[in-house]
Every structure is written in structure tokens, then in C-alpha cells.
């Protein structure tokens, strides 16, 4: 019931298009899920978060896309740089208690120029 | 304003040895946690501390423990290192538990 699982492992987009990763959870009391990214030999960095009570949030080139029902959360990027090639992390928690964030496995994203 | 600080950033360690890895949190964060991070995989929960006490463990041994200090920096400690303990320690600050993380750059730990 702890799991979030993310997929795909790794992607490969041409500058310009999308990139689209997918993370599913099962434990309905999570109430906050973030994306981060990760460079080589730095720390995750948070990127955007969501809460349920919304199905879809908007930074910049990010966005994330949420489906209660589904147990489903993705993050959309638009117009895919070769900067933000990396690791993207999904992630769920549940606020206030332990507090502890329950990672997805991963995505390495390749944007080839 | 300084971000997340970690350190040392590199240690390399012999089994059997013990190993204390420190963590400053962003200012007025209360809440710190760390993760383990190996290669490839995403990071796993090892312990958060919210005003100086446990509020939580993950599934680890009892070899690991931490605590977090008046000034809310934190350390964490490893006893008895196995070659799988080899990976990426991260802490991470938050103001409340459970939301808005801001990771440092993490520990890269080796045991040989």
C-alpha cells in the first residue's frame, strides 16, 4: 500500500516535444504529491507538487495532471530542453503525519538537441 | 539564503567502521528527514525528526540513528558498515512534515 510506481524508466524526446512520465500510488491518505529532478551528484530538487482537491497544476513548462479516481499523477513537460535532461522522481506523502515522502523508482529523461 | 548544507559530501569507510554524516537545515526549518539513495533507485525513507524528536522510522536496523540537536541541525550515524550500506545520504528540511522538501546535496558514502 506504500508503493508508487513510475514509469517509464527512460525516455528519450527530441528538443521542442513533450515528455510525459506516469506514476501511479495505492494508498488513498497520501494528500501531497511532487516531482523532483535530479542531476548527477546533486540532491533532488522539488519542481511542482499537487494536493488532490485539484486535477491539474501549472509552472512554467510543467505541469502536473492528477486523477483521484485513477490513483493516477503525471508530469507534462512542454517544449523539452536538452537542460532538463535528468532524473525525474514522482513522490506521495501524507501531510502532518510521519511526513515521509515514498519515492517512484524513476525516469532518466534524454532531450537530444 | 543557504540552502540545505551536508557533510562531509565524499567518505570512504572500511567494513565493520562507523560513520556520523551532519545536516543544517534551511533556517527556521523544523523538520528534518533523512533518505538513502542507491544507485539507480529512488530515495528510501530513513528517519524524520520534527522538534528534536523521532516522529518516525523507516525500515532499517537498528545500526542506523540519528537525532536532531536544539538548533535543529541533525546527524546520522551508522554502525557496524556493510558494503550495501554504499550510497547517496540525503537530508532533507522542511518547514512542516510531509510537504515542500528541499534536499541537499547529500552524502556520497563508499564501503570498502
Known amino acids: 500500500q506504500q508503493q508508487v510506481k513510475q514509469s517509464p524508466q527512460s525516455l528519450i524526446v527530441q528538443k521542442g516535444g513533450i515528455s510525459i512520465i506516469n506514476c501511479a500510488y495505492e494508498?488513498?491518505?497520501?494528500?501531497?504529491f511532487p516531482w523532483y529532478q535530479q542531476f548527477p551528484g546533486k540532491g533532488p530538487a522539488l519542481l511542482i507538487a499537487i494536493r488532490p482537491d485539484v486535477s491539474e497544476k501549472k509552472e512554467g513548462r510543467f505541469t502536473i495532471s492528477f486523477n483521484k479516481s485513477a490513483k493516477q499523477f503525471s508530469l507534462h513537460i512542454m517544449d523539452s530542453q536538452p537542460g532538463d535532461s535528468a532524473t525525474y522522481f514522482c513522490?506521495?506523502?501524507?501531510?502532518?503525519?510521519?511526513?515521509?515522502?515514498?519515492f517512484g523508482q524513476g525516469t532518466t529523461l534524454q532531450v537530444k538537441p | 539564503d543557504a540552502g540545505v548544507t551536508q557533510s562531509p559530501t565524499h567518505l570512504i569507510k572500511t567494513r565493520g567502521q562507523h560513520v556520523t554524516l551532519r545536516c543544517s537545515p534551511i533556517?527556521?526549518?523544523?523538520?528534518v528527514s533523512w533518505y538513502q539513495q542507491v544507485l539507480g533507485q529512488g530515495p528510501q525513507f530513513i528517519f524524520q525528526?520534527?522538534?528534536?524528536?523521532?516522529?518516525g522510522r523507516g525500515n532499517f536496523p537498528d545500526r542506523f540513528s540519528a537525532r536532531q540537536f536544539p538548533n535543529y541541525s541533525s546527524e546520522l550515524n551508522v554502525n557496524a558498515l556493510l558494503l550495501g550500506d554504499s550510497a547517496l545520504y540525503l537530508c532533507a528540511s522542511s518547514f512542516i512534515m510531509g510537504a515542500s522538501y528541499t534536499f541537499g546535496s547529500g552524502t556520497r558514502l563508499t564501503v570498502v
Open positions: 525528526y520534527y522538534e528534536k524528536e523521532e516522529r
Open positions: 494508498n488513498t491518505a497520501f494528500d501531497y
Open positions: 533556517s527556521g526549518h523544523k523538520s
Open positions: 513522490a506521495a506523502s501524507k501531510t502532518g503525519n510521519t511526513g515521509k515522502l515514498i
